[in-house]
């Protein structure tokens, strides 16, 4: 069953969220967990925003899908191949995980100066269950953030504010 916030909008993706700390409350107390689950579901964010301008620009044969300035342009960070979703979510079973983690936060910070020292980079570290790490970028991957429609629900603010509570 579904629930609906205070402006009745539906809010499909709370079981998700819960399993998403579930997987991590096992080693670290809350307020661990909810960063490193909200750091992935920032990256997903960003990834999925980035990927429906990419998608776009891949059928319009005058423009460059891997040209920074197209997404400058508008208003949607750039997401270096490194740190898309997509190759996030085909290495999560890898042991490296939390290392390619944290290089794909550098990277999103390096091309965007708005995030510099902003994204948390210790995903690597060795008390970072990594199979659980794994699950949680499978379980986040089922989840849509950034395109149109979720933007136009601010599914992002919705997300944040089911953390803070």
């Known amino acids: 069953m579904k629930k609906e916030n205070g402006n009745g909008a539906n809010l499909g993706f709370e079981q998700k969220l819960w399993l998403a700390a579930d997987?991590?409350?096992?080693?670290m107390d809350a307020a661990e967990y909810k960063h490193v689950v909200l750091g992935l579901i920032f990256l997903k964010y960003i990834s999925d925003a980035f990927n429906e301008i990419y998608e776009k620009l891949k059928k319009d044969p005058s423009s460059d899908p891997e040209d920074v300035d197209?997404?400058?342009?508008?208003?949607?960070?750039?997401?270096p191949k490194e740190a898309r979703w997509e190759y996030l979510a085909n290495n999560a079973k890898k042991p490296e995980i939390g290392k390619i983690i944290?290089?794909?936060?550098?990277?999103?910070?390096?091309?965007?100066h708005s995030l510099k020292g902003v994204l948390q980079k210790n995903y690597a570290r060795p008390a970072l269950n990594k199979q659980r790490l794994g699950e949680l970028i499978d379980l986040i991957g089922t989840i849509?953030?950034?395109?149109?429609?979720?933007?136009?629900?601010?599914?992002?603010?919705?997300?944040?504010?089911?953390?803070?509570?």
């Open 70 to 79: 197209e997404y400058i342009s508008r208003r949607v960070f750039w997401v």
């Open 23 to 27: 997987k991590m409350r096992s080693n």
């Open 144 to 165: 849509g953030l950034g395109d149109k429609e979720s933007r136009s629900k601010d599914i992002l603010g919705r997300v944040y504010e089911y953390f803070l509570g």
């Open 102 to 112: 944290d290089e794909a936060m550098d990277a999103i910070e390096k091309d965007n």
